[in-house]
């Protein structure tokens, strides 16, 4: 059995703490710094991590091996799998019309106030495009149909990153929590409900942040009631269902409920009518009503949500699952720290939320008339789309297994323990800087989750509290991502302005991490 040490460099934290942050060092310069893409400096993190590991850490190669593939099998499968139909789903979407005839819903049904488009489609369908698949998708969907409303591009990518925040931490279904529970041994179900008690206070306000730096005060007088109906009702259901039903359905459930409700209250209360922000007639007389409903954009959202909200309710997710040891590595690590065995085992789910998602696109093509080519066609567009984004999630999630195995991430939680009672104010920034790296909150959790556990325990603070903070911060990190924002940008035609989005985006991605480590403090330190 491995024991992993903590100090390996002569002995001493402070040098060991720096080798070992080496590895994230590499991908945040290639990254951030070089403007390498993703995958790029992902792998070269893992190198760099496989050379530490085996060389300082004196971690066997087999065990190294085995954890960056038990990481890269848990990135596939449900991470992976998740996005991949999602994504396939929005193809068939866009080659049965589904897209445009959204557009022409929105033209028809919301008000000639493209405040309260941005509002309903950025924040509330947004949420539910990221409860339902995350990795990028809402960004590419959502700026799109901005677009074709009159917003300009900069602007539509601009708001829809910022509002691509808070429903992260609940994306694909819950996958994030489920990642954070898994590196941290901590339960899911805490978890889930933990982050539901932060991300609420954020989920309320930030309708009203948005409207403010997009139209000023003159647009919240205007718009107030709206943002008080579209931001209560997610927060309100944000909370009850990731507390009290289920966390993987919060955001499909949270978005739907604020959907609903909003576009309801739009029905009895509009906007008084201002030219400065009305939908320009020539959009207007685009719109090809004589092709499809409007309504029928809605079905393939409406489809999968329904399929996967049975599935969960029903259990069929349980079905042939199997907890399996993983070869090698499974009990062969013991962790110095804890005085304890690590276990490795990866949940084969053969019949995951993702195939529930399959299933979907299946059913929504045969309603929407969508051939045997044309579904074809749709899975070579969500190949050529996703393939450099699965290597990067399999190249950073392997990574994040083989640092926590061979002890790197234990190293780094004692290292960053010795912040002492300022640990709470700076650890919501350690899952931002994950989400930066990685592109998803899912990853940053695999990266952090356990050095936010390490720390808390060596600070005596509160596991659960702390691993949770780890996925609020990270989502506050969404907006500012590389990955992210290239997504964005590849189908909003502003190819080469990433340092433009970048910049329009960090500061307020810096408030909002900030306010939650203050959250964090109070919870911790005066409101247990």
Not at 125 to 149: K, R
Not at 154 to 172: K, W
Not at 184 to 198: A, D, I, K, S
Not at 226 to 234: D, I, K, Q, T, W
């Amino acid at each position: 059995m491995f024991n992993q040490p903590l100090t390996p460099v002569a002995g001493s934290l402070p040098l060991s703490f720096v080798i070992a942050a080496l590895p994230i060092v590499v991908v945040l310069v290639l990254l951030g710094i070089a403007q390498r893409p993703a995958w790029q400096a992902s792998l070269a993190g893992l190198i760099v991590g496989l050379v530490i590991a085996l060389g300082v850490w004196r971690f066997p190669a087999s065990l190294a091996l085995a954890a960056v593939a038990n990481g890269a099998a848990f990135a596939l499968l449900p991470v992976i799998w998740i996005v991949v139909n999602a994504l396939l789903l929005y193809h068939l979407a866009a080659a049965a019309g589904r897209i445009d005839a959204f557009r022409d819903w929105i033209l028809v049904h919301l008000p000639d106030d493209r405040r309260s488009v941005l509002v309903v489609v950025a924040f509330c369908f947004g949420a539910l495009l990221e409860g339902i698949a995350g990795g990028g998708t809402p960004v590419a969907i959502t700026s799109s149909l901005l677009i074709m409303v009159g917003f300009r591009p900069l602007e539509a990518l601009t708001y829809t990153l910022i509002f691509n925040t808070t429903p992260v931490a609940f994306g694909g279904f819950g996958v994030p929590i489920t990642v954070l529970g898994a590196v941290t041994n901590l339960p899911t179900v805490v978890l889930g409900q933990e982050v539901g008690r932060q991300l609420p206070v954020f989920s309320f306000i930030l309708p009203f942040y948005v409207v403010a730096l997009y139209g000023g005060r003159r647009s919240l007088a205007a718009v107030w009631p709206m943002l008080l109906v579209a931001g209560g009702s997610f927060a309100l259901t944000q909370f009850v269902v990731s507390n009290y039903v289920n966390y993987a359905l919060t955001d499909v459930l949270s978005s739907l409920v604020s959907l609903i409700v909003t576009v309801g209250f739009l029905k009895i209360w509009r906007p008084a009518h201002d030219p400065d922000y009305a939908i320009a007639s020539r959009i207007r007389d685009g719109a090809r009503h004589e092709t499809l409903s409007p309504w029928s954009a809605w079905l393939p959202w409406v489809l999968v949500s329904a399929v996967v909200i049975a599935w969960t309710v029903l259990g069929v997710f349980l079905i042939g699952d199997v907890k399996i040891p993983w070869p090698g590595l499974h009990k062969a690590v013991f962790i110095t720290l804890y005085n304890k065995p690590y276990a490795a085992i990866w949940d084969f789910q053969p019949l995951g939320t993702g195939t529930a998602i399959l299933l979907s696109a299946v059913i929504a093509a045969g309603l929407m008339g969508v051939g045997p080519r044309g579904f074809a066609r749709a899975v070579v567009a969500t190949w050529q789309q996703i393939w450099l984004a699965m290597l990067t999630v399999i190249l950073i999630v392997g990574l994040a297994y083989l640092m926590n195995y061979s002890g790197m991430t234990y190293t780094l939680g004692l290292g960053v323990a010795s912040l002492g009672l300022l640990f709470p104010l700076v650890s919501p920034f350690l899952g931002w800087v994950g989400v930066f790296l990685s592109g998803t909150d899912a990853a940053s959790n695999a990266l952090f989750g356990n050095l936010q556990v390490v720390a808390a325990n060596q600070l005596h603070l509160d596991p659960v509290l702390i691993a949770a903070t780890n996925s609020s911060g990270g989502v506050m990190g969404k907006m500012i991502s590389p990955q992210n924002i290239a997504v964005g940008v590849s189908t909003t035609a502003l190819k080469g302005r990433e340092g433009v989005v970048l910049a329009r985006t960090f500061v307020h991605s810096v408030v909002f991490t900030l306010l939650v480590g203050i959250l964090l403090l109070v919870q911790q330190y005066i409101i247990p």
